[in-house]
């Protein structure tokens, strides 16, 4: 993307001036990592539950494919999908930074390599940067890995970012260390960091930063789950840990009169998965490698994308392809658009980038999803997939592209519930909304109007859904894309695959 239309969506935002200007609200957003839309229920998180009771649930949410971490962070911030912001995954291949191997975006420190070699790490306007050009700010505060929290902020634009690990501006870290003193370990559950940064929320950020929006990351359930379980004793007391901080902040926004000006958001990333560690895409890659003049190989797997590093090699790929195709654990395959578009990908029986909306710059030649079933784990939650690892999430399975949306607020419907399509991409444009701030044409995701007061009825809203299905030569192996549109935007429901 160039810098003409950062400048010039930066410039649109900074100069308009809206014809009434809402009452001052605050906007919060507490991303609850991993949260499965069937988790929240009155035993488990009673306090989300009774939010969800008096303000609107969106039940037809999606996460953004593929389902990890910092892309939905992304997603989030930009309102836009990889094919525009260009953070692919958890593990990305950034040759400028690194030619051989993957880079773990959990790390603060990989993204800012990142940001360092391409001049950007987000290649799509960001919240931050929109809001400073209104004179308006942002923050960021989370508990887990470091590059969770810091890809809400990246640039920090606007505002700052608060982790146990550290805090940006540097004046702020210095506050924070005076104010709440060392941080303490990480843990699964991770409750003391949970505390911590609802604490530096609740105790200096309202009161001192005062901002306009409010980004509040917990890396719980998903860190407990991916080490013990979905549904471990010690995930279960995990939803319990969150649920309270949840309760925290909405008993002391009420108690200091902020409640019924704020504007509160409870979302999660993406849903979850019981593991059974059939898939081993690096295993499978292996084969058609080929030695580069340094001697390393030819081929970097960087979660499920596969990168061909030397000259272009259209067979070896097909081929690659096939062998991926014959294997029962590998699902969903994508490749790159063909020349004249449509849903199929280069390589025959395989989507496009196109319908994951994952063709960048940045993208590799082949994204792969693991194969997934219905089966129940030993509790009864369903979703499983052939992902290595206890349980987690990354796959255009339905449990883990179906995630959870809770709004509640002065400017959102009163016990309600909607069945429109929406996705972590709409978040950042129905924000702009809230803040009365235009939403710039680099915003993919669309403004959640039926999920406001003033917006029409969600029952009003018409939803039309679509299949796609694509195929070998000799139908040994179909997939399926199964797409909801609504609004004139279109959502990735899910992917299929059967083999004869």
Do not use: C
């Amino acid at each position: 993307m160039k810098a003409t239309v950062f400048a010039v969506a930066l410039a649109v935002v900074a100069g308009w001036q809206p014809a009434s200007v809402p009452a001052a609200r605050a906007q919060l957003v507490i991303v609850v990592d991993g949260l499965r839309p069937d988790y929240i229920d009155a035993i488990r998180m009673p306090r989300l539950a009774r939010l969800a009771a008096r303000g609107i649930v969106f039940n037809a949410h999606h996460s953004v494919f593929p389902t990890v971490t910092r892309l939905n962070g992304a997603s989030f911030v930009t309102g836009t999908y990889p094919e525009d912001h260009g953070l692919l995954g958890n593990t990305v291949f950034v040759p400028s930074v690194d030619p051989r191997r993957g880079l773990d975006t959990g790390r603060r420190e990989n993204l800012e390599r990142i940001a360092g070699a391409e001049g950007r790490l987000l290649t799509a306007p960001t919240l931050s940067e929109i809001l400073k050009g209104a004179g308006k700010t942002m923050m960021a505060l989370g508990s887990g890995t470091t590059g969770a929290v810091f890809v809400l902020n990246d640039r920090v634009a606007s505002g700052g970012i608060i982790h146990p690990d550290y805090a940006r501006p540097i004046e702020l870290q210095q506050q924070i260390a005076a104010r709440f003193g060392s941080a303490p370990p990480s843990g699964t559950p991770n409750g003391a960091q949970h505390r911590r940064v609802v604490d530096a929320y609740l105790q200096l950020v309202l009161d001192t930063y005062q901002p306009d929006l409010t980004w509040i990351w917990l890396n719980d359930p998903d860190a407990t789950a991916h080490a013990h379980g979905m549904s471990a004793a010690a995930t279960r007391e995990s939803l319990t840990i969150v649920d309270t901080e949840i309760g925290r902040i909405e008993d002391s926004l009420r108690a200091s009169g902020r409640l019924d000006r704020t504007n509160l958001i409870v979302t999660s990333d993406h849903g979850f998965s019981k593991h059974t560690g059939a898939l081993r895409l690096g295993a499978l890659a292996e084969p058609f490698a080929r030695p580069l003049p340094d001697g390393s190989p030819d081929i970097v797997v960087a979660e499920g994308a596969i990168y061909l590093r030397g000259a272009a090699d259209e067979g070896r790929r097909a081929a690659l392809v096939s062998a991926l195709q014959r294997h029962p654990a590998v699902g969903a395959i994508f490749t790159r658009p063909k020349p004249a578009g449509g849903f199929e990908g280069s390589v025959p029986g395989t989507l496009s980038f196109d319908v994951a909306r994952w063709n960048h710059p940045r993208s590799g030649d082949v994204l792969v999803s693991a194969n997934w079933t219905d089966e129940a784990d030993a509790a009864g939650i369903k979703g499983q997939t052939a992902q290595i690892g206890v349980a987690g999430h990354g796959t255009s399975s339905p449990y883990d592209i179906h995630n959870t949306l809770i709004a509640a607020g002065p400017d959102f419907r009163e016990r309600a519930s909607s069945e429109v399509p929406t996705s972590n991409v709409d978040l950042a444009p129905t924000l702009l909304r809230l803040l009365g701030l235009p939403v710039p044409q680099t915003m993919t995701g669309r403004v959640i109007e039926e999920g406001l007061k003033s917006g029409p009825l969600p029952a009003s809203i018409a939803v039309t859904h679509e299949t796609h299905i694509v195929s070998t030569a000799d139908g040994s192996y179909q997939l399926t894309a199964r797409i909801s549109i609504a609004r004139g935007k279109r959502y990735l429901d899910a992917t299929e695959v059967m083999r004869k």
